[in-house]
């Protein structure tokens, strides 16, 4: 008689974190050229994985809004959070739900490229 394979919760979870890492890997280099060399190594992987773990740890949960916070850091840099205050205020406003925060911090990023994308007012240096 075979019998089957018990996995506990914790190696489940792992398992679904180990995906979402990879789908994650797979996003970024297909928008980014310059994400597979560095997601390749053995350094980036763990970034990615300190990137997610900072996004639970401000209560982040489903995959769409921790992805929405790594892609965020991918382009405005791992300590986006702590840099601009905005994102910092967003992030830990404990009134805000985990995809309220996640909103708030895409809005601030595309607001911010939009306004880099402007470039300067006039008089402005």
Known sequence: MA???TLS???????AVEGFLRKMIRILTQSDPKAGP???TAEGQQTLRQQ???ARGYGL???RD???YIVTAWTMGI???RRFPAM???LNDPALTPTEKADGVERTALTLFALLAEGPKDGAA
């Open 52 to 54: 997610y773990e900072r």
């Open 79 to 81: 300590d986006f959070d």
């Open 66 to 68: 921790l992805g929405r």
């Open 9 to 15: 919760d914790r190696q489940v979870e792992t398992l």
């Open 88 to 90: 910092s205020q967003i």
């Open 38 to 40: 560095v997601l390749d």
């Open 3 to 5: 019998t089957g394979l």
């Open 61 to 63: 949960e489903t995959e």
